[in-house]
C-alpha cells in the first residue's frame, strides 16, 4: 500500500515538526496538518518564519523548503480527512482537570472527538495513526468508535508514538535513536504497519524502526517518560543530600554517570522537570495502576512526581531564608521562564511554581526570558491561581507583583537576587561584573541549573547557591546558612 495523502490533526509541538520532517523526507507525498486554533493555523502560514508558533531550532529551514511544495497547513478538517490515506492523531491529551480522574487521568475527549469526525467524514478506508500519548488499550476505544460508522469504511488503527524532547525537536526526528509501530497481528494491519515503516524508511533505516504489538507501543511511550523522569527526580533528591553534606551533586552525577551500565545522560540537577509530558504521562500511569488494582506499583511511580514538587519548593524555600526569611517588597530576578533551553514552551514549567511561593510570601518577580512574552507569563501564573480557586480579585492583585522586560538587563537592575530558572545559554555570556554593581548588596545569585561559573560569580562579590552545592555562603552570612541549614 503507497501512501499518498497524510493528513494530521493537531498543529502544536508535535504535529507541526513531525509533518514537517515527513514532508521534507517524503516529497512525493501531500502532508496537510489541520488544527481547529485558526491563529495557530495562521501563525504556521507566516511569512516571516520567525513567527512560526513554535520555536525550534532548525524548524524554520525545514519549513521554508517544503511548505506550498507538498505541505500544507489549513483549519479545513473536514476535507483534509476526507482526501487522506493515513490520518496522524496528534491532538493534546493533558491531565483531567474535572470529574472522574480529575488531576491525574488523560483527557481523551479531543481525541475521541477526532475518532468521531473521521468516523462521520471518511468515505473510502484509512489507516488512523495514534501519534498523541495515550493510556495503553486507547486504540480499542478508537477502533469501537470508528467500526460504529455504519458506513462499510474499514480503519487501521496504529500506535506510533513520538519520542522527540522539545528545544531538539528536529535533530531528533531526523536521527531519531527508533520510531515506534505498534499494530495488531491480523494481514491488513502488518499492511497498514508496513506502509507506516515505508514513510520512515526514506530517512532512518530498517534497525531504527521497531514494531510491536499495539498495547506494547502504547505502554512503551509513558514508561520511556517515566524512567526518563525517574532519572532527574533521582538526582534532584540526591541534591539535597549533597547541600547538608557538602558533595557536590555535579560531581556525584559525573562519577556514577561514567558507569556505562548507568550511563550519564538525563542526571543534570534542576529546580525541578517541566514540559508538557513527564508529569501528565506520569499521573496517567499512576492512575492507571491503580486502575488495575496495583496500587504499589502506582505508589512507586507517584513518587517521581512528589520529589519533583519537593524540588521547586526546596528552591523558592532556599531564597526566601536566605535573604533573611522574608522576599515582601524584594526584586527577584528570574532569568528565563521556558521548561527548558531552546524552546517557547511554558507548559509545567518549574518558573510557574517557583514565582507562585515567592509570590505569597511578598516578592516582586522580575522575568526576562529570550522566547517568552509578558502575556504567556501571565497566562501562565493567571491559569494556576484559576485552577487553585483563587478569587479574581486576588488574581489580579498577584498579577501586579510580575515584571516582564525584554532585555536582561533592564529586568536585573536594582534586584536583591537573581534566579536561573531556565538554562539558556545567553546568560552564561553576561557581563556579570556590571551586573553585580547594579544590584543591592548581598547580591544574591540562585541557580537552579548549575549552568553560571560559581567560582568567578564569587570572585566578583556575588553570593551563589547551586542545586546540590555546598550552602555555606561566606563568613559574613553565617547566621544566615544555619537558618537555611536547619
Ligand atoms: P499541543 O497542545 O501543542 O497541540 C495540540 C493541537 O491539537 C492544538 O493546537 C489543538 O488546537 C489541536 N486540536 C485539539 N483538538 C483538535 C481536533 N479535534 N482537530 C484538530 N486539532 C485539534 O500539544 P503537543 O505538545 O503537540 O502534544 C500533542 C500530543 O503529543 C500529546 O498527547 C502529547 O502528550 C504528545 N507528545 C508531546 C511531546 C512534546 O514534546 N510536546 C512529545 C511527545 C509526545
Ligand atoms: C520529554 C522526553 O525527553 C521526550 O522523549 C518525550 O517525547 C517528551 O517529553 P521534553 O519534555 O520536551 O521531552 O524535554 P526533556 O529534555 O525531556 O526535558 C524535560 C524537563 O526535564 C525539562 O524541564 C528539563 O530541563 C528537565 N531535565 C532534563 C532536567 O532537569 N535534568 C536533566 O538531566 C534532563
Redesign the pocket.
Known amino acids: 500500500m503507497k501512501i499518498k495523502n497524510i493528513c494530521c490533526?493537531?498543529?502544536?509541538?508535535?504535529?507541526?515538526p513531525t509533518m514537517s520532517v515527513i514532508a521534507l523526507k517524503c516529497p512525493e507525498i501531500k502532508v496537510t496538518v489541520?488544527?481547529?486554533?485558526t491563529e495557530?493555523i495562521l501563525a504556521w502560514n507566516e511569512e516571516n518564519l520567525e513567527k512560526l508558533p513554535?520555536y525550534e531550532p532548525g524548524l524554520a529551514e525545514v519549513v521554508r523548503e517544503a511548505r506550498g511544495r507538498n505541505l500544507f497547513f489549513s483549519t479545513e478538517?473536514d476535507s483534509a480527512i476526507e482526501a487522506a490515506d493515513m490520518i496522524f492523531i496528534?491532538?493534546?491529551?493533558p491531565t483531567k482537570t474535572y470529574g472522574e480522574g480529575k488531576g491525574m487521568a488523560?483527557d481523551l475527549k479531543?481525541v475521541e472527538?477526532?475518532a468521531r469526525?473521521i468516523a462521520r467524514i471518511a468515505k473510502n478506508d484509512k489507516i488512523i495513526v495514534e501519534?498523541?500519548?495515550?493510556p495503553v488499550r486507547t486504540a480499542q476505544t478508537l477502533q469501537t468508535i470508528l467500526d460504529h460508522t455504519g458506513n462499510g469504511v474499514k480503519f487501521e488503527v496504529l500506535s506510533n508514538?513520538?519520542?522527540?524532547?522539545?528545544g531538539t525537536?528536529i535533530n531528533d526526528l531526523l536521527n531519531a535513536d527508533r520510531v515506534l509501530i505498534g499494530g495488531n497481528q491480523t494481514e491488513s494491519d502488518q499492511k497498514a504497519i508496513q506502509a507506516l515503516v515505508d514513510i520512515y524508511a526514506h530517512w532512518l533505516s530498517p534497525k531504527q524502526i521497531l514494531t510491536t504489538n499495539v498495547w506494547s507501543s502504547e505502554l512503551s511511550?509513558l514508561t520511556a517518560n517515566a524512567f526518563l523522569a525517574q532519572r532527574i527526580s533521582s538526582i534532584n533528591a540526591l541534591s539535597a543530600l549533597c547541600e547538608v553534606t557538602e558533595a557536590d551533586v555535579d560531581e556525584v552525577a559525573a562519577a556514577i554517570g561514567t558507569d556505562s551500565r548507568i550511563g550519564s545522560k538525563f542526571l543534570k540537577a534542576s529546580v525541578g522537570f517541566g514540559?508538557?509530558?513527564f508529569q501528565?504521562?506520569i499521573l496517567n500511569l499512576v492512575y492507571l495502576c491503580r486502575y488495575f488494582n496495583l496500587p504499589e506499583v502506582a505508589s512507586y511511580w507517584e513518587q517521581i512526581i512528589i520529589l519533583n514538587d519537593y524540588q521547586k519548593y526546596r528552591f523558592a524555600k532556599n531564597i526566601i531564608c536566605t535573604l533573611f526569611n522574608t522576599v515582601s517588597g524584594k526584586k527577584i530576578t528570574f532569568l528565563g521562564w521556558a521548561f527548558k533551553k531552546d524552546t517557547n514552551?511554558t507548559?509545567e514549567s518549574a518558573a510557574i511554581y517557583v514565582a507562585e511561593h515567592l509570590i505569597e510570601d511578598g516578592a516582586e518577580i522580575h522575568v526576562y526570558d529570550p522566547k517568552v512574552s509578558e502575556e504567556k507569563i501571565k497566562a501562565d501564573m493567571r491559569y494556576l491561581w484559576e485552577l487553585k480557586g483563587i478569587s479574581e480579585e486576588k488574581i489580579k492583585s498577584k498579577l501586579n507583583q510580575i515584571f516582564v522586560y525584554k532585555t536582561a538587563v533592564e529586568a536585573l537592575d536594582k534586584a536583591h537576587a537573581v534566579a536561573v530558572l531556565t538554562e539558556w545559554d545567553e546568560f552564561k555570556t553576561y557581563d556579570w561584573k556590571t551586573v553585580y554593581s547594579k544590584m543591592y548588596k548581598p547580591a544574591f545569585v540562585f541557580d537552579g541549573r548549575n549552568i553560571l561559573d560559581s567560582k568567578k560569580l564569587t570572585a566578583i562579590g556575588f553570593q551563589v547557591k547551586g542545586i546540590g552545592k555546598d550552602i555555606r555562603f561566606s563568613d559574613k552570612l553565617k547566621g544566615i546558612n544555619e537558618l537555611v541549614l536547619r
Open positions: 490533526l493537531g498543529a502544536g509541538y508535535v504535529g507541526g489541520v488544527d481547529l486554533n495557530r513554535v478538517v496528534a491532538v493534546n491529551t488523560a479531543f472527538l477526532c469526525q501519534k498523541s500519548t495515550l508514538p513520538e519520542f522527540l524532547a522539545e525537536a511511550k514540559g508538557s509530558c501528565k504521562d514552551d507548559r
